[in-house]
């Protein structure tokens, strides 16, 4: 799993961090496929008193997108977490324009709930250290604090979305867990990235760009994410899970 990529890779660059960005192209984004239909954003000078009760009053969800801060790490594949986010907010008009806790940051509507995005620019392995404060400053219930991040233990473009559970050796998870008082009961979507060709170094495969084939998966992959995310938000956590897990399940236990 990736905690040992991570390692590996600490420990062959004398403790280098491996960092993480943005790697979402204007092609595809323009070749998105219509899923289900949204409903317009709330413009943003919207007061609460002009929602609904029932919106006025939900608690937002945080979205957490995993990877390495800079140019370097853009279109890599330990940064699908954050490619996941930019999508999200792109899709959604969302601006992540501004910092908060160590943090790219921004807050918005999906599906009329109220949602904040988040890409920790700390370096994969100090992923806590923005996350936990975040968490904590706007009280988030952790059921509603919706991890993504690369894993090379699910096939290439293949998402699983889960309730709960451990890091799985992803150093990232690792300290998000850590500063979440040891907690591991919150969501968390985690997205193939596959394992490395022949006896290539984990640590080494992680930080390789995707080719074209891949990417246009890889775009398949977000929608699919996106789509998840949407029902998620709206309708809970089993049936987004059923949506994802379901219809990949064959392919993941064959």
């Known amino acids: 799993m990736l905690g040992a990529v991570v390692s590996s890779a600490s420990a062959s660059s004398g403790g280098l961090r491996l960092p993480f960005p943005v790697f979402a192209s204007a092609a595809r984004r323009t070749m998105q496929m219509p899923l289900s239909t949204r409903r317009p954003l709330a413009p943003p000078d919207a007061s609460a008193s ?13 979205l957490v ?40 940051f921004g807050k918005g509507f999906i599906c009329d709930v109220p949602v904040m995005l988040a890409k920790p620019q700390t370096f994969m392995n100090a ?92 775009d398949f992959a977000f929608q699919r994410g996106l789509e998840a995310v949407r029902i998620l938000v709206e309708e809970g956590l089993n049936k987004s899970a059923t949506f994802v897990n379901t219809a990949q399940s064959q392919v993941l236990n064959s």
């Open 65 to 104: 997108g995993l990877g390495n801060p800079g140019k370097i790490y853009q279109g890599t594949r330990h940064n699908v977490g954050f490619e996941m986010i930019d999508f999200i907010a792109e899709s959604e008009g969302i601006s992540m324009s501004t910092m908060r806790s160590r943090a790219l």
């Open 50 to 62: 002009s929602l609904a009760p029932s919106e006025s009053t939900r608690r937002p969800w945080l």
């Open 127 to 218: 992923s806590g250290e923005s996350v936990g404060p975040i968490v904590s400053y706007f009280n988030v219930p952790l059921n509603q604090v919706l991890l993504m991040y690369d894993d090379l233990d699910l096939p290439f473009a293949k998402l699983r979305l889960l309730p709960k559970g451990g890091h799985g050796g992803h150093n990232g998870m690792r300290s998000v867990i850590n500063h979440l008082k040891g907690s591991h009961e919150f969501p968390r979507l985690r997205i193939g990235i596959g394992r490395p060709p022949g006896k290539m170094d984990p640590a080494s495969f992680v930080l390789r760009p995707f080719n074209k084939k891949e990417q246009e998966e890889l």
